[in-house]
């Protein structure tokens, strides 16, 4: 019996792409695996049986982590990817607008999976995005701003990226796969116009793909997630998806606070004295809210 290991690349409706040591084949989940929902994912390292029909994935090794959100108004997690090493998130700083809130629900996700995160902060040739910049380095970020279009910025992002496995996430029209037909010369991801009458994205990557490499290391493109909701987070552990909250959540004297209306709390004491910034706060407490209020069969 032929057996092979890859590691999957994309999803193409019920079979896989799968890079092997011999090149990529087409492979389908066989058996036991075919049941449950996503039980192979991008980014999965896999075992292959070739039979008459083709490739079957018939085992899916352990992760060691996995990317994934709800799906709003939907039941149960959408995975984005597995086995990562970082995790960009990437808005335009014009074009479409940032929605900083959508950035930290992005960011939240990387955090509660401890995958290390970094900002990218693109179109800087139609607005330098300042504001923004300072409020995610402030946070403790990473940030990238760049010009994938006029090609500002973006060598030192690109040293970051070779020899690991990264993800890059954001809104639609970000410019995510414009990013990397830059860093992957050949490379021929569909990019679209943002809408001029929504001024939105639209939505022109629709699955997330893996791309390997020159010189090492992969890259997965996402489709722009417009509303991620979030998935199987502890609330009482939510404080620390913060990194510039979770400092002053520790010195909290109340060991069960929520840090939100309790006179004398530390976090809300720094918010005062702008330690913290009032609209991380702000996104904390949505979000917070959100995970309280998950109907039951999400939480
Ligand atoms: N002005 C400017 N436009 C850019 C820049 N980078 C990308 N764009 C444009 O932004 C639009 C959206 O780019 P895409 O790469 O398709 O965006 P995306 O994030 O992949 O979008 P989805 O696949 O829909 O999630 C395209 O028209 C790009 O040409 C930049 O640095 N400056
Ligand atoms: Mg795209
Ligand atoms: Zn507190």
Redesign the pocket.
Known sequence: MVTRGGQILAREGSSFRVLTPDGEVTAVLRGRTKRRDEVAVVGDRVALEASADGWAITQVEPRKNLLSRRVPGGRGNRAIAANLDQVFV?V?AK?PDPVPQLLDRLLVLAEANDIPAAVII?????DPGTPLVARMTRAGYQVFP?????NIGLEPLFAGMRRMVSVVT??????????L?ALQPGLV??????SARTGR?????VSAVMIPLAGGGYLV????FSDVGLWGLEPREFVACFPDLSRFAEQCRFPDCWHLTEPGCSLRAAVASGEVQADRYESYRLLLDELQNLPPEWA
């Open positions: 990437m335009a074009d693109n179109k800087i040739d139609l760049v010009s994938v279009r006029r954001g809104p639609s029209g970000a410019g995510k796969s414009s990013l037909n991801l569909r990019t679209g116009e943002t994205g639209r939505h022109v990557t493109d996402t489709p722009g």
